[in-house]
């Protein structure tokens, strides 16, 4: 699919879209629903010769300074220099991600970003390049991606039915959960389309399993899964799921919040309690502040106690409170419009942040990564081509989920393009 500035779609409670989602369980992809340009203030010629006036006083006034003035001027000018390059320089923590630990706010490491700066050509880390397999080196259209503590990269293999554990520069990655070429069940060990992983400070490693309506708990060194959440039956009771789709950890207070993606509404589950608590959305699928529509990625914020929620089929980012009624735009449209342009989205799919505040958003139909300065709704695009699904190393075709490793290297589950693609910070 494709999509253009003038490309919009609004969503209506009654529309037909809402339909699209619930065809039984096929491929996401065939079924879910700026620069600035200034003139010159002189033309190129005048500028030209502004350049040349210039060296040529430089130089005359150079050949005229004694020694000492111009070592003196020299060691000014480096001085000055210095201030100008430190003043800009952001000090960053390690990366924010509630999927991969217990906590948001980590301080164990310190990283200075002189800017938000990621190469646009990617390396893909993960998965074969439109070649979807099952084997150890493949992945078949990946959905959710997180890093534990000790930076393990842990993938949601969708249509292999399997979690995949990827060890920084190994050339395989293993199978933890679930098996590959099974039938897509609902037993204790496997797995039915899986759409999103998370791995708390200790290594238990939590599964959405999306087709079987539950999320299930490995812990480590087991080798069975636990049903934390859900019945593994559609539903819609506070003990029930449909089709849940991303997790958030908030380890500090042994609690984790799914995005009930059908149900439209994001639950909130203790461990050790099967009943859950809707502390978002619940009131029918729609545009309104008191309503989801299909959530899919959430992230939860320690310090402000607020979920960041990326409202799929509302072509939009939310912000809710824990606790409000309401939640308050971050990204997109207010009233669900799709678009691709800078301050638009087209069924984004996941939503992280950084330390500073600022959001990075999987746009996933306009085959693109946005980001948001903190406070900002005009995006920049630091990763895929906006419209355009394609397999080179500057593109991506339906990116899905996103993390960031201790570094600041930003990971994208390019989901169309069967990989995971990396994007080296410098």
Known sequence: MTNSDTDHKSVDNNDDDA???????????????????????????????MKKTKS??????????????RATAGLILLAIAAIIIAVPTVCLTEPKNSNATTTNDSTTGTIDLSSLRWSIKATSTAGVSSQPDADARAL??????????????????????????????????????????????????????PTDVAVDSTGN?????????????????????TIVAGTGSIGSEINELNTPWGIALDGN?????????????????????????????????GKDTTQLFCPHGIYFD???????????AANNVVRWVIGDHSWTLVA??????????????????????????NIYVADTYNHRV????????????????TGISDSSPLALSYPYSLAFDKQYNLYVADSGNYRVQKLLRY
């Open 56 to 69: 040529k006083w430089w130089n005359y006034s150079l050949s005229r300074m004694p020694k000492t003035m």
């Open 205 to 225: 490693i939590f599964v959405v399993d999306s087709a079987n309506h539950r999320v299930l708990l490995w812990t480590a060194n087991n080798s069975s899964l």
């Open 253 to 285: 207070a042994n609690k984790f919040y799914i995005a009930d993606q059908y149900n439209n509404r994001i639950m909130q589950y203790e461990l050790g309690s099967l009943s859950g608590t809707i502390v978002a959305g619940g009131n029918g699928a």
């Open 140 to 193: 078949s259209f990946c959905i959710g991606i997180t890093f534990d503590a000790s930076s393990t990269l842990f993938i949601a293999d969708y249509e292999n039915n399997r979690i995949q554990k990827k060890i920084s520069n190994a050339p395989n990655s293993t199978t933890i959960v679930g098996k590959a070429n099974t039938n897509s069940t609902n037993t204790s060990t496997t797995l039915n389309l």
């Open 302 to 312: 320690l310090a402000t106690k607020s979920l960041y929620i990326s409202n799929f």
């Open 332 to 357: 997109g449209s207010l009233t669900a419009e799709s678009g691709s342009t800078s301050t638009l989205l087209y069924y984004p799919s996941d939503v992280i942040l950084d330390v500073s505040g």
């Open 370 to 385: 946005q980001l948001f300065l903190s406070g900002s709704k005009n995006a920049t695009t630091i990763a895929g081509t």
């Open 19 to 49: 339909d699209i989602f619930r065809e039984g369980h096929p491929d996401p992809i065939s079924t879910l629903c700026a620069s600035i340009s200034v003139g010159p203030l002189i033309s190129p010629n005048d500028n030209s010769q």
